[in-house]
């Protein structure tokens, strides 16, 4: 049942959270805009992955059937050793994920997940302005200051403006910047097609299965994408950028040098990549709040919790935050409840995504293990459990 009361809300940042909190705060009956500095709408990056807990989001909202469309649901996870590609862990997702937590595991583009969200938010009639930066925030009005100057009021604004979110800095009067992780990660995409003229390549491209090669300090994760005609890949690294640049092209050679000694298999797989990128990974600090005292102003998804992709949360977290944001002001009945409800909101939301943070770094001490007695412990534990080892 929408709230009896609209709300004018902006939500600033229209990447996958912004979108969520945008959607479900449209369907709990409230006015939505959504403010974004690009000029175009869009996603940068390659596959992402839709655990279930993000995935019965989209179901709930009714986009399953298009979803579907665009994402794989892999049959099972494959945990590999870095050497020869020899399985030591699978578990299902097919049908696990569904019986288990009511929703699939898929993997997707970036871009397709990207516009089924804002195809839903342009059919609820929300509006999306473009060419908006927003430079300051008067979090008593409220409103937001764009960069040409045009002033925008509303009863409650969003700051879901990312990683390097400037809206985090305005709330905690001091510039608050992310901090290095150490890590990297390389994205590659390669045409399924040329894959399967390799008979060493037919099966990872054909099997939507997904894969994770663990090896000393770095890992490897790989999936299909777009009805199994595109091969995902994720080299997650030591960081090897210059400090000041965030994103940059790989050299020639440089991934083939990196993975030496790892799988022919992955070798295989370079020589068939094109135009491979790296990204610096980058986490957020734990802040002392989302919210402005005021109650009018909150933060969501990567402004207040980026995170290291090694459980694959990140936007799950984002759109989470979303999802629940809308399900608390549909039970407003009156404006000065929304303070209220978002206290609620960081309280329920907080201490998940800053666990989420702190076990996707643990994470990477699995995935990363050097050759040793632990990295064999874990491989014993991880063989003890294999559902259907061969490879
Ligand atoms: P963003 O997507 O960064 O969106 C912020 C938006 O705000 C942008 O459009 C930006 O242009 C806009 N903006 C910024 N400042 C302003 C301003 N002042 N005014 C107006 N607009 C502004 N997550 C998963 O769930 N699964 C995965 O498999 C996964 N894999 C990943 C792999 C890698 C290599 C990386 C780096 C991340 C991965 N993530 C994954 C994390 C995920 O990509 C992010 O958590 C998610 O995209 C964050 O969404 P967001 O909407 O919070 O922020």
């Known amino acids: 049942m929408p709230s009896p009361i609209s709300l004018d809300i902006i939500i600033v940042g229209a990447g996958l959270g912004g979108l969520a909190a945008a959607i479900s705060c449209s369907l709990a009956g409230h006015k939505v805009r959504i403010l974004e500095q690009t000029r175009t709408l869009?996603?940068?990056?390659?596959?992402?992955?839709?655990?279930?807990?993000?995935?019965?989001?989209?179901?709930?909202?009714?986009?399953?059937?298009?979803?579907?469309?665009?994402?794989v649901s892999p049959g099972a996870i494959r945990l590999r050793r870095y050497s020869d590609g020899k399985v030591l862990s699978e578990q299902p997702f097919v049908p696990d994920a569904e019986s288990d937590y009511g929703a699939p595991y898929c993997n997707?583009?970036?871009?397709?997940y990207h516009a089924l969200l804002v195809s839903k938010a342009r059919e609820l009639g929300i509006k999306i302005i473009l060419d908006a930066r927003v430079q300051e925030v008067d979090f008593s009005a409220p409103s937001v200051t764009l960069s040409n100057g045009n002033q925008?009021?509303?009863?409650l604004i969003i700051g879901a403006d990312g990683l390097k979110s400037h809206l985090r800095s305005l709330l905690l009067g001091r510039k608050e910047a992310p901090y290095l992780t150490g890590d990297l990660a390389y994205r590659v995409l390669i045409s399924a097609e040329k894959m399967r003229q390799d008979p060493a390549l037919v099966d990872l491209a054909t099997k939507p299965m997904f894969n994770i090669w663990m090896g000393p300090n770095m890992h490897a994760v790989c999936y299909l994408l777009k009805g199994g005609t595109i091969y995902n890949i994720v080299l997650c690294c030591p960081d090897n950028l210059p400090t000041d640049i965030n994103i940059a092209p790989a050299k020639d050679g440089e991934v083939e040098e990196l993975f030496t000694a790892w799988d022919p298999r992955l070798h295989k797989l370079f020589r068939l990549a094109h135009g491979i990128q790296k990204w610096r990974l980058e986490n957020s600090r734990e802040i002392e709040t989302w919210v402005h005292q005021e109650g009018k102003f909150a933060l969501l998804g990567d402004a207040c919790h980026s995170t290291l992709p090694y459980l694959a949360q990140g936007a799950a977290m984002a759109v989470e935050d979303g999802d629940l944001l809308g399900e608390l002001l549909e039970k407003i009945q009156t404006k000065e409840q929304v303070p209220d409800v978002l206290k609620i909101y960081e309280y329920l939301r907080k201490p998940r995504t800053e666990y989420v943070v702190k076990s996707s770094?643990?994470?990477r001490d699995v995935f990363h293990l050097l050759d040793g007695e632990e990295q064999r412990n874990r491989d014993r534990i991880m063989l003890a459990d294999v559902v259907m080892p061969g490879f």
């Open 152 to 155: 925008l009021v509303a009863d």
């Open 108 to 112: 997707v583009h970036r871009a397709d």
């Open 42 to 71: 869009g996603e940068v990056g390659a596959g992402i992955q839709v655990p279930p807990n993000a995935s019965r989001i989209l179901a709930k909202w009714g986009l399953m059937p298009q979803f579907q469309k665009v994402s």
């Open 361 to 363: 770094t643990s994470q």
